[in-house]
């Protein structure tokens, strides 16, 4: 024979039995936010780098561009001082010039002129020796070959005894200046006899 239920024993049984709930941190992000939030500070770290990685670039870049910039501020004060005497210098050669002429004038005529010569040419040693000191010295010329660096050719003279092309007479003498070139020697340049040429051409 089955027993009756009865409706209110049964319920209250199940009022005295407790429920049973998974406890969780009441704050506790869900893994999906934490991934997400450690990609953020990855990518924050990345574009820190970065940013240094730049700034250390563009330190090294200016740091460069200044030590350039002193180099070649130290370069242009070395060049000023060397050539600052330069537009002086250029003035006293045509006085050279003239001695060197008198010299010349004087040698071809030393029966009446040797007091003259004498007196010229301890004049123009003296300007050499002015031109020295300042590191101004004469251009090479006589005999060499035509050098257009630092030889103005002014005309051309017929020459067996020696190579085309060679420097035969100095017209006017050139001067280097802390071996940039402050005046050109005039020259004569040597060309082959006529009658060379016209055996070169057969």
């Not at 893994?31 to 990518?43: C, G, I, M, V």
């Not at 910039?69 to 003239?98: C, G, W, Y």
């Not at 003498?173 to 006899?193: H, T």
């Amino acid at each position: 024979m089955s027993k009756k239920k009865n409706p209110e024993v049964e319920e209250q049984q199940t009022a005295q039995e407790p429920e049973i709930v998974e406890a969780t941190p009441k704050d506790a992000p869900a893994p999906s936010e934490e991934a997400d939030a450690l990609d953020a500070l990855k990518a924050e770290l990345e574009q820190s780098r970065n940013e240094v990685e730049q700034q250390k670039e563009q330190y090294l870049r200016t740091r460069a561009e200044m030590e350039n910039f002193r180099r070649r501020m130290q370069r242009e004060k070395e060049e000023l001082s060397k050539f600052a005497n330069e537009s002086i210098l250029r003035e006293i050669l045509p006085v050279i010039d003239n001695l060197e002429r008198a010299v010349c004038h004087a040698r071809e005529n030393e029966a009446d002129a040797s007091s003259l010569l004498d007196g010229v040419e301890m004049t123009l040693s003296q300007f050499q020796k002015v031109l020295e000191k300042f590191n101004v010295i004469p251009v090479d010329a006589q005999g060499k070959p035509f050098d257009p660096s630092c030889h103005e050719a002014m005309g051309q003279q017929e020459n067996a005894d020696c190579e085309p092309n060679t420097v035969v007479q100095v017209l006017q003498s050139g001067y280097m200046l802390n071996d940039r070139l402050l005046r050109p020697a005039l020259v004569m340049v040597s060309k082959a006899a006529a009658s060379q040429e016209a055996e070169a051409d057969k």
